[in-house]
C-alpha cells in the first residue's frame, strides 16, 4: 500500500528547473495560466476569474500536500523564481500504487523542453521515491502537444473514451496513456 509523506516537502531540480511548493505570491502567475482560455481549452477545469481564485487554488493545493492526498509543483527556471508552470501528481489510488500527473505551461515556454524536463523529475520522484507502479494522464483527444510529450517519454495510450465527460454544455472525449515503473 502507498503511503505519502511530502513533509519535508520535496523540491525537484533539474538542468535547467526547480520544481518548488506553490506560495500565495505565485498567485498573478497561477491565475494568468488558470484564466487564460487558450491555455485551458483541454483542461476541463472552469477559467478563474480574479487573483482570489488563484489564492483559493494555491490554499487548496497547499492543504491537499498538508494531507498527503496530492502534490503540485511550481515549475521555475534557476535563473529567476518565478512560476511559468504548475504539475502536480493526484488521483491517488494508494492500493494500486497509481496515480494521475498532470501540467500546465505558460505559452512563453511551449517548444522549448521545459515540460518534458519537468515531468522527467516528476515520473523519478513518483517511482523511485513514492516506489508508484503506474502514473497515467488523462488528455483531450485534440491536445496534440499532450499526446506527443506523453508518448516521447513512453506513456502507451490505454484507453479512447467516447463522450465520457459532460462539461461546459456538451460531452468531451478522453484519452488515457499510462507508464508503469521502469524499476521492476
Request: with cysteine; proline share 3%; glycine share 4%.
Amino acid at each position: 500500500m502507498l503511503t505519502l509523506n511530502f513533509d519535508p516537502y520535496p523540491v525537484l531540480t533539474t538542468e535547467r528547473l526547480v520544481l518548488r511548493k506553490l506560495r500565495e505570491s505565485d498567485a498573478d502567475e497561477v491565475f494568468y495560466l488558470r484564466s487564460n482560455r487558450e491555455l485551458m481549452q483541454y483542461i476541463p477545469r472552469p477559467l478563474q476569474k480574479n487573483r482570489e481564485d488563484a489564492k483559493t487554488l494555491i490554499q487548496s493545493n497547499l492543504e491537499l500536500i498538508q494531507r498527503n492526498e496530492a502534490i503540485n509543483w511550481a515549475i521555475t527556471v534557476k535563473e529567476e523564481d518565478k512560476l511559468i508552470g504548475m504539475i502536480g501528481l493526484f488521483n491517488v489510488e494508494a492500493e494500486n500504487l497509481r496515480c494521475e500527473v498532470g501540467y500546465l505551461l505558460h505559452h512563453n515556454w511551449h517548444g522549448k523542453g521545459i515540460m518534458a524536463e519537468a515531468l522527467a523529475a516528476v515520473l523519478d520522484y513518483g517511482f523511485r521515491v513514492l516506489k508508484l507502479h503506474s502514473v497515467a494522464a488523462l488528455i483531450d483527444p485534440a491536445n496534440i502537444a499532450s499526446a506527443r510529450l506523453l508518448e516521447k517519454n513512453n506513456f502507451t495510450k490505454d484507453a479512447y473514451f467516447k463522450e465520457n465527460l459532460f462539461y461546459e454544455g456538451r460531452f468531451m472525449d478522453t484519452i488515457i496513456y499510462s507508464l508503469l515503473t521502469p524499476f521492476r
